[in-house]
């Protein structure tokens, strides 16, 4: 499958620190460059974030003509969002765009890649 869009998944901060939900939005753009895609859109869990939560990116990107997209939870662990919300959340919005072939990739998890970087930032620090 080709996919025309990405979502990117993330937990979000409450409004008063919204610096931290510019995490997201930085690497947004960066999976935007980095695969060529027009359509690539932040989405926060959290509804405190004030910012745009997943039904909101995805409503976005099928306004925009996206028929096949990716939703990338940018979660460590595999908690009760990754287990219970986000994938029942998915199957909604399935039911709500079935013309709109949606998958669900898996969460950032324990990958040697990010051992990599925390490797990085502990050399860096000594």
């Excluded at 993330?10 to 930085?26: C, W």
């Excluded at 509804?47 to 996206?66: C, H, K, Y």
């Amino acid at each position: 499958m080709s996919i025309e869009g990405v979502v990117l998944l993330g937990h979000g901060s409450r409004a008063v620190v919204d610096e931290a939900n510019q995490f997201l939005i930085r690497m947004a753009e960066m999976v935007r460059a980095e695969l060529g895609l027009a359509h690539v859109e932040p989405a926060f869990m959290n509804p405190r974030s004030l910012r745009q939560d997943l039904a909101g990116a995805v409503r976005a990107l099928v306004d925009r003509g996206v028929r096949r997209l990716v939703v990338a939870p940018v979660f460590l662990t595999d908690g009760l969002h990754l287990r219970r919300d986000i994938p029942a959340e998915v199957e909604r919005l399935r039911a709500a765009y079935p013309e709109v072939e949606i998958r669900l990739a898996a969460h950032l998890g324990c990958d040697p890649r990010i051992l990599a970087v925390i490797l990085d930032r502990i050399r860096e620090a000594i």
